[in-house]
């Protein structure tokens, strides 16, 4: 069985210039353990695709599945504690608080938890050595580059062990050498059983992936599961 379906997932916005369908009907099924790329220009449906996936903006039709959960049928409520169990999120942006340090930008998903200080700063402690920065936790996001930015927010997202991360162009704002560092640390994750859906408009990216959507006016254009190239991680 599927660990992610999407049964004729739609979502249109409603302008005052009249209607926008961002996402035509769409189907899939996704793998536990995928590496999903989601690919298209600008206006194609990626980032739509990526919020409904998200449990974070009801679809206009259709339902979609996580796990055997049909997440539009929870309450708000019960979908903001599904997203906290099951969903990390990495975005361009970093979204890190300038003052708090790494470690303390890593205990934020557990903040609503039970879990004691000393047991969130050893999870925080955990997900930083995950991506390799054991030794900038007490760092502000202004002493640190780009890249480990961007990993604190990867350390952020697997701080609560969700089953699925969805990354929403995590190289955007790199140069291509970190940009190369930060794909080897997703597929190195991967690799690890995590299943990773990320949209990207880089197309070095794309030989990461085990998977690739192609999206296009609001829908489906190509669904590619066997890129001929899938690199190894290094380091």
Same mark, same amino acid.
């Given at each position: $069985?599927?660990?992610? &379906?999407?049964?004729?997932?739609?979502?249109?916005?409603?302008?005052?210039?009249?209607?926008?369908?961002?996402?035509?009907?769409?189907?899939?099924?996704?793998?536990?353990?995928?590496?999903?790329? +989601?690919?298209?220009?600008?206006?194609?449906?990626?980032?739509?695709?990526?919020?409904?996936?998200?449990?974070?903006?009801?679809?206009?039709?259709?339902?979609?599945?996580?796990?055997?959960?049909?997440?539009?049928? $929870?309450?708000?409520?019960? @979908? /903001?504690?599904?997203?906290?169990?099951?969903?990390?999120?990495?975005?361009? /942006?970093?979204?890190?608080?300038?003052?708090?340090?790494?470690?303390?930008?890593?205990?934020?998903?557990?903040?609503?938890?039970?879990?004691?200080?000393?047991?969130?700063?050893?999870?925080?402690? &955990? /997900?930083?050595?995950?991506?390799?920065?054991?030794?900038?936790?007490?760092?502000?996001?202004?002493?640190?580059?780009?890249?480990?930015?961007?990993?604190?927010?990867? /350390?952020?997202?697997?701080?609560?062990?969700?089953? $699925?991360?969805?990354?929403?162009?995590?190289?955007?704002?790199?140069?291509?050498?970190?940009?190369?560092? +930060?794909?080897?640390?997703?597929?190195?994750?991967?690799?690890?059983?995590?299943?990773?859906?990320?949209?990207?408009?880089?197309?070095?990216? @794309?030989?990461?992936?085990? @998977?690739?959507?192609?999206?296009?006016?609001?829908?489906?254009?190509?669904?590619?599961?066997?890129?001929?190239?899938?690199?190894?991680?290094?380091?």
């Amino acid at each position: $069985m599927s660990f992610i &379906t999407l049964n004729n997932l739609s979502k249109t916005y409603h302008t005052e210039a009249g209607e926008v369908r961002a996402l035509k009907p769409t189907g899939l099924e996704i793998a536990e353990g995928s590496f999903l790329g +989601i690919v298209g220009p600008s206006g194609s449906g990626k980032s739509t695709l990526l919020t409904l996936l998200g449990g974070l903006a009801k679809p206009s039709a259709g339902s979609l599945l996580i796990d055997g959960i049909d997440v539009y049928r $929870m309450n708000e409520e019960k @979908r /903001a504690d599904f997203r906290r169990e099951y969903i990390g999120f990495v975005f361009q /942006a970093y979204n890190l608080i300038p003052y708090l340090t790494a470690e303390e930008n890593v205990m934020l998903p557990l903040a609503v938890t039970s879990m004691s200080s000393r047991k969130q700063r050893q999870a925080a402690l &955990t /997900a930083l050595q995950r991506v390799g920065l054991a030794n900038r936790v007490g760092h502000l996001p202004n002493q640190l580059s780009g890249g480990e930015q961007e990993r604190v927010a990867i /350390a952020r997202a697997l701080v609560n062990n969700p089953p $699925m991360i969805l990354a929403d162009e995590p190289t955007g704002s790199l140069d291509s050498s970190t940009s190369a560092e +930060i794909m080897d640390l997703f597929q190195e994750l991967n690799h690890e059983g995590q299943t990773i859906l990320m949209v990207t408009h880089n197309v070095e990216n @794309r030989k990461y992936f085990d @998977r690739v959507v192609s999206l296009r006016d609001g829908c489906v254009d190509v669904d590619e599961p066997k890129p001929t190239v899938k690199v190894a991680a290094t380091g």
